[in-house]
């Protein structure tokens, strides 16, 4: 097939089989939006193998990938080209490589452990700011949290790209539609193998910085109603346990202080006392607490957005360690 001078094909690589074509794209040409990237394949534009092809059709090792050259030309000069202050091209590359799921209004990140979801005393860089400074890469309105994690959860982390979106998601959280789950570590074996726990949780400063603890007779005025139902997926011996947790109520250090009032804490959790007594040696103390997946309606369609993120790296060695076989469980 003669490719005319104006465009160019490039061959999907066998180590890039499966892959979605706009998840292609980010690698290939970063600097291609979303917005830009749908436009091209409604044009026709780009193609796959010479058909036309969506933003999440997944690639075959071998197949031709029609780029115009359009993508290669240098832009003029303006935001997209250099990263606002405070946010660096290695911050946007660090936010490229979170993405695992995105749409024209939302964007699913996959946080990493150890980086805060928003700012606050000491803390400079975050993810609200990250993002603040992409808001060209993402259609040219500030892309908004939805909701939060902790410096040290990682895991699904949902972000909506325009005003409406947030609004129709932050009900969707509100009225407790969105069905969220987390994989934990936890000390010991919960008994029963399933439960809930309900258990209302008042703030409580301390020397490490805020916590959360069990409202006690009187506090009722500032309490915070929670519940927690959690299952055992899988054991090693009596020493630890793989647990999923579903949160019906989202408070702030909920799972946390929820595994810790009923005996067993999130390993690692240095806040909840999860980070004494490793369950085994060559563990990393880090918290091994996941977003796994979230089930949502789209803030447009109505469609479910069903999307999982993968384990971050401490929690997968823990996994290799302890024995635990993903696949088998998930």
């Keep these: 097939m003669t490719i005319p001078a104006k465009v160019e094909a490039i061959r999907v690589g066998d180590g890039e089989a ?11 040409f970063p600097e291609v939006g979303y917005t830009y990237l749908q436009k091209l394949l409604r044009s026709g534009q780009i193609r796959v193998d010479s058909k036309r092809a969506q933003a999440n059709d997944r690639l075959t090792a071998g197949s031709e990938i029609r780029v115009p050259s359009v993508v ?23 936010i490229e ?28 860089k975050h993810i609200d700011g990250m993002l603040e400074g992409m808001s060209d890469r993402f259609g040219g309105e500030r892309p908004r949290l939805v909701h939060r ?16 979106a947030a609004s129709r998601l932050g009900r969707t959280f509100q009225t407790r539609s969105a069905a969220k789950t987390y994989w934990a570590l936890v000390k010991g074996v919960p008994k029963p193998p399933q439960g809930k726990i309900e258990a209302a949780l008042v703030k409580a400063s301390g020397p490490d910085g805020d916590k959360v603890r069990k409202a006690q007779p009187g506090e009722q005025d ?18 630890a346990s793989w647990v999923s947790l579903k949160p019906v109520t989202g408070r702030q250090h909920q799972l946390r202080a929820h595994m810790h009032l009923i ?22 103390k880090k918290l091994h607490l996941h977003a796994r997946r979230l089930v949502i309606p789209h803030p447009k369609t109505g ?3 069903d999307v999982t993120a993968p384990l971050p790296p401490h929690m997968a060695a823990t996994w290799d360690l302890l024995g635990f076989d993903i696949g088998k469980f998930d």
């Design 149 to 164: 994690l902790d410096r040290d959860t990682t895991g699904v982390l949902l972000v909506a790209k325009t005003r409406e």
């Design 263 to 284: 005996g067993h804490p999130i390993v690692g959790d240095n806040k909840y006392e999860g980070d004494v007594d490793m369950p085994a040696e060559n563990m990393e």
């Design 97 to 124: 490589k979170m993405i695992i799921y995105e749409d024209e209004t939302v964007l699913v990140l996959n946080k990493p452990f150890g980086l805060a979801v928003q700012g606050g005393t000491g803390t400079k």
């Design 303 to 305: 469609r479910p957005i």
């Design 222 to 239: 500032r309490a915070m109603h929670a519940t927690t139902h959690y299952s055992v997926i899988d054991r090693a011996a009596r020493k």
């Design 18 to 28: 499966d892959m979605r074509l706009d998840r292609w794209f980010r690698v290939h």
């Design 72 to 94: 290669r030309q240098p832009k003029k000069a303006g935001p997209g080209l250099q990263a606002p202050p405070g946010v660096s091209k290695g911050d946007r590359d660090a």
